[in-house]
């Protein structure tokens, strides 16, 4: 028997343009998905769109509802910063009640909410002026950041910023899975480093507006592992890290991007506009917690034919398929359960041991209904096993002494998850698109009830 800690988070995680549906309606304006969908909806699966998400717009009260019957004492989602402000400056007074009264009843079924402020759904009127690429949106950004904080800071304890920040960068920079889908590793950086400081001004905002409570950033850290010891696989390992994990981590928690990052980026050509009073900014606002999304580990090789200055990420390190690797043959995700006790022990190590908790862990399976028993439930022992494997390993973290206060999987309800649309599942609840969005819950989602009655297994 593993036992967690009294007081410990247990939910799921989702997000605003995954889950709500009407994205086009209600006063919202389009994002950068919805925009994108309209442009070219054959690059969606199935050309399933944002505006068909789990409508969780209007059946919030019911799956808050299985949230409490399952023992879910947490949730976190995000704001549409299009619906909240679709022109950027004026409130959609319809959206302030939808996000009141979803807050609110979750509050009241025992379920904390922890609110996200931007998880890749870019304001379309925003990418028109160029995006995360003008300093512009660092502004845009915090102005979002202080509404939200005034208009529900009676309501949420536990605000984060952005969502993975680094997969807008590298998807739409980088690797062509995010709008602009370009690659252009200059404007990678200048996008990175604008995110990164739209991050610091809204951290600002938050703790000028006395409004009580914490904040934080939710990054996914994926380890990376070298494939040897010889020399230029370890480099490789050691930029790897520094660029997709110490670039938000360092300065969100120490108070200073690395100098190691800076370094690589002045030789390379590639340092950012930055503007007088940004270092400041960096050092006077360290985060109060980490949310951490984990669902494998990196592993790299030196690059085949390295390439200095680089145009793209393949020149600084290159990913190794490590023949023993164990995988989730739907997403093509290798499983390692090891990496989130690893990850465990870095925070504990190299970040003052800060507060954090696992923000997403989770496995998509396609085709889930074949799985089903003669009544219907979808019978997902591979996702049971896959949490258990990965708690035991979370709970030898703690044990060690690395402060974790939660676990979160992706997700409560099947959700539209990008380019893939609904093709992989990962929810506790199966959504059917053709009956209505009826839920039904899966053998998962009874397994983690008892599991949190239990407060372990
Ligand atoms: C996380 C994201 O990286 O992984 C989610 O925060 C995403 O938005 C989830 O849906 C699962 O990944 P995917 O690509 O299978 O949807």
């Given amino acids: 028997m593993i036992e967690f800690p009294k007081n410990f ?6 997000s605003a343009p995954q889950t ?15 925009k994108w969908f309209e442009l070219c909806p054959n690059k969606f699966h199935q050309s399933q769109g944002p505006e068909t998400t789990s409508n969780v717009y209007e059946m919030y009260p019911q799956d808050i509802e299985r949230m409490a019957e399952l023992g879910l004492n947490s949730y976190r989602t995000s704001i549409a910063w299009t619906r909240l402000l679709p022109d950027g400056y004026t409130i959609n007074q319809e959206a302030v009640d939808f996000y009141r009264d ?21 304001p379309w ?5 160029g995006g995360w690429e003008t300093r512009e949106s660092v502004d845009a950004f915090s102005t979002y950041a202080d509404t939200a904080f005034h208009l529900f800071g009676d309501l949420i304890t536990k605000w984060t910023t952005f969502n993975e920040p680094i997969v807008h960068i590298e998807s739409g920079y980088l690797q062509g899975y995010h709008y602009p889908a370009i690659v252009d590793i200059q404007k990678a950086v200048q996008v990175g480093y604008h995110t990164l400081m739209a991050h610091f001004k809204a951290v ?8 009580k409570g914490e904040i934080g950033i939710i990054l996914n850290i994926s380890p990376a592992y070298a494939r040897s010891h010889s020399q230029s696989d370890l480099e490789a390992k050691n930029l790897a890290d520094l660029i997709s994990s110490k670039s938000f981590l ?6 200073e991007i690395p100098q190691r990052l800076i370094k690589y980026l002045q030789e390379a050509g590639l340092t950012p506009e930055t503007q007088p009073g940004d270092r400041e900014l960096i050092r006077q606002n360290p985060v109060d917690f980490l949310g951490l999304n984990y669902y494998q580990p990196l592993r790299v090789k030196a690059p085949e034919r390295p ?6 990420i393949s020149d600084i390190f290159e990913v190794y398929d490590w023949p023993e690797k164990r995988i989730n043959p739907y997403r093509g995700w290798e499983i390692y359960p090891e990496g989130i006790y690893d990850v465990a022990k870095m925070i504990k190590d190299d970040y003052h041991n800060i507060p954090w908790y696992v923000s997403e862990n989770g496995m998509g399976v396609a085709d889930e209904l074949r799985f089903a028993d003669v009544t219907g439930m979808i019978q997902d022992d591979y996702r049971i096993d896959f949490m258990k494997e990965h708690l035991v ?13 939660g676990y979160h999987t992706w997700t409560f309800v099947d959700c539209w998850s990008w380019l893939n649309g609904y093709r992989n599942r990962y929810g506790f609840y199966h959504v059917d698109l053709a009956h209505g969005y009826k839920r039904s819950v899966k053998k998962s989602g009874l397994w983690f009830k008892e599991m949190i009655g239990n407060r372990g297994f």
């Fill in 9 to 14: 988070l247990w939910g799921a995680a989702a």
């Fill in 20 to 34: 709500e549906g009407h994205s086009n309606s209600n006063g919202k304006s389009p994002s950068t998905w919805d």
């Fill in 102 to 122: 979803y807050f609110t009843t979750l509050k009241n079924h025992g379920v904390e909410p922890i609110i996200n402020l931007f998880h890749f759904d870019m």
């Fill in 125 to 129: 009127w925003l990418m028109e002026k």
């Fill in 204 to 211: 600002e905002k938050f703790r000028a507006s006395g409004i």
């Fill in 250 to 255: 360092d300065p969100c928690v120490l108070g």
């Fill in 307 to 312: 390439n200095f200055p680089p145009k793209t």
């Fill in 393 to 405: 390993q979370l709970h030898k973290g703690i044990s060690e002494g690395s402060n974790c206060f």
